[in-house]
């Protein structure tokens, strides 16, 4: 039954692979990071109208005593400066 059931409704295959519809860890509140991460920050960007992306900005750890303290204007100053960006893009889970 199994097959006959995937053959008619192939979004449960994509479904059953990719968990997509999972929020792992559970019970995790993502907006605060700094809870989880040392030096790290929750931003959001405007991708295109009625679009918005949650981002986690983390610094390096050799700037770790440079970021203790610091507010969210310190943080959106250096990603600005010349240090390099390292993006990464996580997946279609729905979580960071």
Known sequence: SVPILIRLFPVL???FVYLNFLAFPFFVD???PELLLNNTINLYLTTEPGVM??????????????ARGKDRKWYEEVLGDDHPVIIYLHGNGGTR
């Open 13 to 15: 295959l994509t479904k």
């Open 30 to 32: 993502f907006r605060q």
């Open 53 to 66: 992306v949650g981002i986690w900005h983390t610094v390096p750890g050799s700037r770790g005593d440079e």
